[in-house]
């Protein structure tokens, strides 16, 4: 029975085995010291651990703007969308960079239907700061696992035969455990992906005042536990 794995990681084995059979019959050199494989693509994060302090005084000028012309009022929410008990640490580092994609999403679009109202001008930087987080965000929950096996999958065969998952930790330790079938959204981070689609039949006002109140936790809370991976705990 054959077992789907990642590409990279068959493509690895196919090269040790065809290299060990060639070289036990002589038709190939032994190289003495392994080639420098292409830089890794994917998922980079860690500079996000922290913002610097021009960026985090750029979010805090547009929510005072933001609360200078907020009513209390105009807060009319059916429901919470960003409670204090949410913790991205509740959920599985896989899980982690899928929800804040998710809020990320959510806050981009509010945010962005702000631009031309009277605090168009202090979400300039803002924006560009979370447009920019936003795309490498969605590197990594498009690629799935960072490191150098996902730069290999480009030259690997539809015909490679499917490594046993019982070799994966021999051969690609750096794959961390991906989302399958059974392990769709559910649980935690089905109900946080719910609750943020639900968002979107909110008032306006509602949403842009949960959004701004819950920009400074996005990036220092948010942000830094998807930036620092298992570390995060």
Do not use: Y
């Amino acid at each position: 029975m054959k077992l789907d794995m990642a590409p990279g990681c068959t493509l690895v084995l196919v090269l040790m085995l065809t290299t060990v059979a060639l070289s036990r019959t002589g038709a190939v050199p032994v190289p003495s010291a392994p080639r420098a494989l292409p830089p890794a693509r994917g998922c980079h994060m860690a500079q996000f651990k922290s913002l610097s302090p021009q960026e985090l005084q750029a979010f805090k000028t547009a929510r005072d703007a933001f609360e200078d012309s907020f009513l209390p009022k105009d807060w009319d929410c059916s429901t919470h969308l960003f409670p204090r008990t949410r913790d991205l640490k509740h959920l599985q580092v896989w899980e982690r960079p899928v929800a804040l994609e998710a809020e990320l999403a959510l806050t981009l679009t509010v945010l962005e239907a702000m631009a031309n109202s009277s605090l168009g001008h202090s979400l300039e930087q803002p924006l560009l700061t979370l447009q920019n987080i936003h795309s490498k965000l969605q590197a990594c929950v498009s690629v799935g696992a960072p490191g150098w096996v996902w730069a290999l999958t480009a030259w690997t065969s539809p015909s490679v035969p499917a490594l046993p998952h019982s070799l994966t930790p021999l051969l690609c330790p750096q794959v961390p455990a991906q989302p399958t079938a059974s392990s769709r959204p559910r649980g935690r981070l089905h109900h946080w992906l719910h609750r943020l689609q639900e968002a979107r039949k909110e008032s306006q006002d509602c949403l842009e005042a949960s959004v701004m109140f819950n920009l400074l936790r996005l990036l220092t809370r948010d942000l830094k536990c998807v930036a620092s991976g298992d570390q995060c705990v």
